[in-house]
């Protein structure tokens, strides 16, 4: 066991001194060891056990940041380390998946939006339409479609879009600026109000505080 010593966020060990990263959680060191600046857990295991293999992390077994005794660190790929956390916490990992995912769909639409994205779009498009040799049906209008794949489950985008508003799986719970009321809508959608009626009021409320 290291003889770590950790007090108001940061820890000393071997002479070094490690500040714990509010956001991430992870001790850095606050001056180069070697060539780079290094996080605690990786420094530890490396000093027991030489530099990390490229492709590979270095996992805190119990979760716990502030524990980083070699016993509790574990080297693993990047791929063992996502499939660990999959299956012994993914009610806690999905939230930032889910985060990382909606990110990374704005994302994907600010590019198909563009120039470069829509020359691209029909590049592969144009492929496809070659490529469709299986009929499908679409699970949200019923209708049969060609499509490049058997696994294609709707005709169009905005197929697939009505599939997930009826479906509720985007949904979420807000409460109406106007009456206070709960009211279920899409996380897309821009709703403030729970009915017409209150919608009706918000906007006059706003004619009224800018006449």
Partial sequence: ??????????????????????????????????????????????????????????????????????????CMTKHEHHMWHSE?????????????LDKARIKAAEWHRSPEGRTQASKTHKGIKIRKKYMVNCLNCGKTFRAARPSAKFCSPDCQSAYRRRSGVDNETRKCVVCGSSFVT???????????????QLMLQKKASNS
């Fill in 186 to 200: 899409n996380k897309y959608s821009k709703a403030r109000t729970c009915s017409r009626k209150c919608a009706a």
């Fill in 1 to 74: 066991m290291d003889d770590i010593l950790y007090e108001n966020g940061t820890a000393f060990v071997d002479g070094y001194k490690f500040r714990k990263d509010s956001k991430s959680g992870y001790y850095l060191s606050t001056k180069k060891i070697g060539s780079t600046r290094k996080r605690l857990h990786v420094y530890i295991w490396e000093k027991y056990n030489g530099e990390i293999p490229k492709g590979y992390q270095i996992h805190h077994y119990d979760e716990n940041k502030d524990h980083n005794d070699i016993s509790n660190l574990m």
């Fill in 88 to 100: 012994h916490d993914r009610n806690k990992m999905l939230p930032k998946w889910n985060h990382s």
